[in-house]
């Protein structure tokens, strides 16, 4: 049996990009390398409970891979910085469904990474549907930034 590597992530912005990969490919081994082992991380996907420690995580994600890899992102950075050994990245994430001919209304979600032995690693996610409002000369939905 080969042992697997650990994954070595050098900044948050790695991390982040493994971790959206990870989701669009519905491949639950590469979404948690991404994920701190740390019994304290949690994920809270849109309308969900929160999920803490590794195992509620992973079991999490398998239950969303198992339709298999469906969705596409497109991720609009809100904001992002780095204080010391955590970072927090916001973003609204335009999700595509296969087979759908339009996008999903946008999810608004924060990562928040946090740098350890084999670099950094998520530590939080937390989506949820973003706020939208009527605009009332148009008729039209629109992001409230």
């Known amino acids: 049996m080969t ?16 971790f959206y990969a990870a989701f669009e490919a519905a491949d639950l081994a590469a979404m948690m390398q991404v ?15 929160a999920l803490t420690g590794p195992l509620e995580v992973s079991r999490g ?11 596409r992102f497109t991720l ?6 780095i204080q010391g050994e955590l970072a927090v990245s916001v973003v ?12 999903r209304p946008p999810m ?14 998520l530590w939080l996610h937390h989506a949820s549907p973003a706020v939208v ?3 009332n000369a148009l008729g039209a939905g629109a992001l409230v930034h």
């Open 3 to 18: 042992e697997v590597k650990p994954l070595h992530l050098d900044t948050p912005q790695q991390a982040e990009a493994a």
């Open 35 to 49: 994920w701190d082992d740390a019994a304290d991380i949690c994920c809270i996907h849109p309308m969900g409970r």
């Open 61 to 71: 994600w398998a239950g969303i891979f198992a339709a298999g890899p469906t969705l």
């Open 76 to 81: 609009e950075p809100v904001s992002f910085r």
């Open 92 to 103: 609204f994430e335009h999700i595509r469904v296969a087979g759908e001919a339009r996008p």
């Open 108 to 121: 608004l979600a924060t990562n928040v990474y946090r740098r350890g032995t084999t670099g950094w690693r």
């Open 133 to 135: 409002t009527l605009d």
